[in-house]
Structure formats: C-alpha cells, structure tokens
C-alpha cells in the first residue's frame, strides 16, 4: 500500500493563505485598471434598526439598491456607495444590487474589496439583448448598452426583491436612503420619481413624433412631465404584473423604424410613465451638475433643500477634479472619493 504524503505544516497552511489573500487583493485592482481604492469604514446600525439575517438578499424589510457597474464609472460608483452608508441610520440593512455586462462583472470584486461588508449580489446583462434596439443619440456615452439595464431590472433581480431603489453613479447622497425608500406608491403606482413641469417635455422627442396623432395621442390625458431615470422607486412586483420591460421595448422597436425621440434611454421611459408617476420632492435629484450633454459646464444647485446630487450631464467630478478644473460643486464630491492616490500609496 503506497504511502500517503504528509500533511501540510502550519507554516505552509499560513504561507499558502497568504499567497491567496494578495492574489485576491490583485484582483480586485487589476479589474479597476490602473485605479487603485482604499476600504471604506465599516458602518453599524442605530439601536432602533431592525435585525436582518446578513446573508438575506431577499429581505422585504431592507433597502434594496440597484446600480450599474462598468470601468469608466467604477469611481463614481464607489464615492455613492460610501455616501448611502454613511448617512445611512440602518446601514447594515441595506441590499445592493450589481449589474454589469459580462465583460465587466470583474469589478465586483473590487467593490467588496473596499467595501467588505457590504450586502451585494451581482447580475450579468446581456447586452447584445439591447444592442441591437440602441439608437444613437447626442451624446456617445449615452448609447452605452448597459444605459438600458434599468429597464430589465424585474428580470435581472431575484422575483422576492419588491421594491427597490434604482441610482446612476454619478450621484452623492447626504441624506437617509430609507426616506426616499419610503416613498409611497398609492395601489397601482409602479414608479416614483421627481418630475420637473417647467423643463420642455416636448424638445424630448423629434417633429416626427408630435406630427403624428396615432403617436402624440399618447400623452392625452397624461400630465406628462419630464423625469430623470437617474433616481427612481420602482414597484417590480407591478412592473412585472404590467410587463411594463416589454413595453419599454416595443416604443425602442419603433425608434429603430421612425426617428421618434433624440435622447438615449430616457424618451422610452417618458412614453410609458410620464404623467403616471408618484411624486418625490426635487431634494432626491439635484440633476444636472454635470453641465450639458455638451460641453458639461458648471452649474449651481436648484433653489431649495438638498438630499441627494446628481452631475447627470457631460462633466463628471472625479474627471474635472483631476483634470485640475473642477467646478465648485466638485467639492461637494471630493470628500466620498475612494481613489488611492500615488501620494497615498507611496506614505
């Protein structure tokens, strides 16, 4: 009978655990190229929050957060997810949900790596589903595919997850999530958003569309409003009901036949909710601090009180901030950012 090898010795158990802990760790910077983030503190809940198991990602009790995740926003996404927790009352409680195409589900390891508490799942989008319905609009980063994921958000997340909160990167948040979580719906309501009256509705889609009755008739009876689909409340449970993701993509179909609409992903979710919609107060999305589609100049808050920042827009803050031209929002900003810089590195 052949000789079985001795067991490992302790100090090569340790050696071989250590091998893999800085294999882990090159992972999580190799997928963020050359960018490098510091851990994030670990933040606890206040005594009043309710106990959730830590591994229910299902938890009807949580705050459900739904982001995307691609390289070029990888920063912005970080400097959000600090500031969720931070001014979070129940951080602990909070569930977030990933979503990326296949090229880049990579980078989730780099958002457990700085945040390694964190409750999080991670979903692939397909996009070649989306591709193809993609029409091009004034700004390339706008035709992104992933762009589009929010609108199969009740397909991609598991069919327990109720509600949830869907966020852009490219925002701040200095204000309790569950506030905004708690944003009432009515019986039949499947999104809630801030809409904004005085922005025109109609620059939104092309002379095409409004020429058309069968088309315009749309919005009769609506009291359509321009929303941004940055910062929204959905109802999945509704959406799926209303099938609302087929919806969406029927008026994309038509995009690609008759030139409806200039704008990206925004105008399909215009045709479907505008005008049916909850209301949520404009603190949750002080849009367009990233300046125009354009030439992202800087702009200053709304009048008002503010929960939530949002550089929707060409400008990003970590881009002008390194750039060495940041607006002064961009300080705003600053604070949350993650970055590891070569400074930083090298102390």
């Known amino acids: 009978m052949p000789k079985l090898p001795p067991p490992p010795s302790q100090h090569l158990l340790s050696l071989l655990l250590l091998i893999l802990c800085i294999a882990t760790t090159n992972v999580a910077a190799s997928v963020s190229g050359s960018q490098k983030f510091k851990e994030a503190p670990r933040f606890y809940n206040s005594p ?168 315009s008739l749309i919005f009769a009876g609506r009291s359509a409003c321009y929303f941004n689909t940055g910062v929204m409340v959905i109802d999945l449970e509704r959406w799926r009901q209303g099938d609302y993701t087929t919806k969406i993509v029927e008026w994309m179909e038509l995009q690609k036949r008759i030139r409806i609409y200039v704008l990206g992903s925004l105008p399909p979710f215009l045709l479907v909710f505008a005008g049916n919609i909850a209301p949520v107060d404009h603190r949750w999305n002080q849009h367009g601090l990233g300046g125009d589609n354009f030439q992202g100049l800087c702009r200053d808050l709304h009048p008002g009180p503010v929960s939530l920042l949002h550089w929707s827009g060409k400008g990003k803050p970590w881009a002008r901030l390194d750039a060495n031209r940041p607006c002064p929002l961009d300080a705003l900003w600053a604070p949350y950012d993650l970055l590891q810089t070569p400074f930083a590195l090298e102390s």
């Open 48 to 215: 009043n929050c309710p106990l959730l198991s830590s591994y229910d990602i299902c938890s009807p009790e949580a705050v459900h957060v739904a982001m995307t995740l691609d390289f070029s926003y990888l920063r912005g996404t970080m400097a959000a997810i600090l500031s969720i927790l931070q001014h979070s009352s129940c951080p602990e409680n909070l569930r977030f949900h990933f979503v990326s195409s296949p090229s880049s589900a990579s980078l989730h390891a780099a958002i457990t790596s700085s945040f390694p508490y964190l409750r999080s799942q991670i979903y692939t989008f397909h996009t070649s589903s989306v591709s193809g319905l993609i029409s091009t609009s004034i700004r390339s980063a706008l035709d992104s595919p992933l762009n589009y994921a929010r609108n199969y958000l009740a397909n991609l997340l598991p069919p327990c997850v109720q509600r949830v909160i869907y966020l852009d990167s490219d925002i701040i948040l200095v204000d309790d999530i569950s506030v905004l979580a708690a944003t009432p719906l009515g019986e039949t309501t499947v999104l809630a958003a801030p809409e904004y009256c005085n922005a025109n509705f109609t620059s939104y889609f092309t002379p095409t569309f409004w020429s058309n009755p069968s088309l």
